[in-house]
């Protein structure tokens, strides 16, 4: 299986009245054609937990989890990974 690097984008949505916050979750590839779908994911466990599933250390998972949680927008760059994990974990289609 080919492996793919590339940056793991996160932008908290703060929601709205009628809508509950939100993180979406996206892989942007550094070369290639990529079907990449937009990952919602509903709250901070969650995104710990899709992190720590693709191979993120559980620590560094909580570390970019409450960054983007602070700051809105994450991009974690140099995420080499094969096509079958990130296909396992929505963000390869």
């Known amino acids: 299986m080919a492996k793919v690097t590339g940056t793991i984008r996160v932008n908290a949505n703060p929601g709205s009245a009628t809508v509950s916050s939100y993180f979406e979750v996206t892989f942007v590839p550094y070369a290639g054609r990529f079907n990449t779908p937009l990952l919602k994911?509903?709250?901070?466990?969650?995104?710990?937990?899709?992190?720590?599933?693709?191979?993120?250390?559980?620590?560094?998972?909580?570390?970019?989890?409450?960054?983007?949680?602070?700051?809105?927008?994450?991009?974690?760059?140099?995420?080499?990974?094969?096509?079958?994990?990130?296909?396992?974990?929505?963000?390869?289609?």
């Open 41 to 93: 994911v509903n709250s901070l466990d969650d995104l710990v937990t899709l992190l720590i599933n693709l191979r993120v250390d559980e620590d560094e998972a909580t570390r970019w989890a409450g960054k983007a949680r602070a700051q809105g927008v994450v991009l974690i760059a140099g995420i080499e990974r094969t096509e079958m994990q990130l296909k396992e974990n929505g963000l390869l289609a």
